[in-house]
């Protein structure tokens, strides 16, 4: 774990061991999803009126929610992200990494570039796009109302904090609304989920998240693996001459995924690694950062959670990470990280640097 990860708060009863996570999400009856999508800190007055003029509601459809619903629901979603569907946008992904790339090598021209910027955070929200069939806001604004959103429910935001972030999560919503009455009757994923008898609050309450989680959360990933495999330059001279970056992207969804943690609620008194929990009692597992070094080869698959709630997009996340990595070595091969150590996000379930400036090596 990182020197400096976010501290954990004392409410919430922390797994680490995988072994146990597994479990946690295994037996769906006594933990729940309920409060995986609330916020980490209670929302002030101000912030919620702000939410309530723009009618914002999450009703439990997926990540929150349990039973026949949330797998009939689950079925619907997962056709837009079959293995077929995915392994398809490999090309795709491939060829907007290039064109990035020649963005990069342009701008390197003038000095050090970001590399979270120029690469990292424009290929995810393409590709979403075209897999879910809906158009995406500008990028700036995507990403503005995505890290705003994240950390209104995943961090701790003071009052003044939370009607800032509270305003931008309420014109998020209203373009997702706007979008999911605009959808009805097409093929796109919020247009089959209507002709399915959701309501629109459902579909905005999927779509909130799913929106951030198809996009940010990759975005998020790329970018540590950028910054961590430069830190390497053995690995990075591997990735340069055509080596795989499956073994290390993997590694690095055990280790320091940029999703981290998820949340769920003791739904009845269990007992858990030996632990008696009382019912509504809060857990907080930890998905990365505590496997064994001999881990089996699919310990990193836990980053994207388990059973009935493992990420729909985890192959797509994996697909574009390894690609965009191993694209961006082959076309520099020199490049290394330059200036101050970046700042992190670091919020309850979320990590990420927030830069990855780069420049050629000097001869």
Request: aromatic content about 8%; some cysteine; glycine content about 6%.
């Amino acid at each position: 774990m990182p020197a400096n990860a976010v501290h954990l708060p004392t409410k919430y009863h922390v797994v680490r061991d995988p072994g146990e996570v597994r479990e946690v999400f295994r037996r769906v009856d006594e933990f729940v999803p309920t409060n995986a999508l609330t916020t980490v800190v209670p929302l002030r007055t101000a912030a919620l009126r702000v939410l309530s003029r723009a009618r914002f509601a999450l009703p439990p459809v997926l990540a929150s929610a349990t039973g026949d619903r949330h797998r009939a629901v689950r079925k619907m979603v997962g056709t837009f992200f079959t293995p077929a569907k995915v392994a398809a946008v490999g090309p795709r992904v491939t060829k907007l990494t290039r064109q990035r790339c020649q963005a990069a090598a342009e701008a390197l021209a003038s000095g050090p570039i970001d590399l979270a910027d120029i690469i990292g955070r424009r290929i995810p929200p393409v590709i979403m796009q075209e897999l879910t069939g809906f158009d995406c806001p500008d990028l700036l604004l995507l990403k503005r109302w995505s890290r705003d959103s994240l950390e209104l429910f995943w961090g701790w935001p003071d009052e003044e904090r939370q009607v800032m972030l509270a305003t931008s999560a309420a014109e998020f919503y209203a373009w997702l609304r706007e979008t999911v009455v605009a959808s009805k009757g097409d093929d796109s994923l919020f247009g089959v989920l209507d002709a399915a008898g959701l309501s629109t609050p459902e579909i905005c309450s999927l779509g909130y998240f799913l929106v951030i989680a198809g996009q940010e959360t990759t975005a998020q990933l790329i970018n540590i693996a950028f910054y961590r495999a430069l830190q390497n330059r053995t690995l990075w001279h591997e990735l340069s001459q055509g080596a795989s970056a499956a073994a290390f992207v993997r590694g690095l969804l055990a280790s320091e995924s940029s999703v981290h943690t998820w949340r769920r609620v003791v739904a009845t008194d269990s007992m858990l690694g030996g632990v008696n929990l009382p019912a509504g009692a809060e857990i907080l597992l930890e998905l990365s950062g505590h496997h064994p070094e001999d881990a089996t080869p699919t310990a990193y698959s836990l980053a994207f959670g388990h059973g009935l709630h493992r990420c729909l997009g985890a192959k797509l996340a994996e697909l574009e990470t390894i690609t965009v990595l191993e694209e961006t070595a082959r076309a520099f091969p020199t490049l290394v990280l330059t200036g101050r150590d970046p700042e992190w996000i670091r919020l309850l379930s979320f990590q990420t640097p927030t830069t990855v400036m780069a420049a050629l090596e000097a001869t």
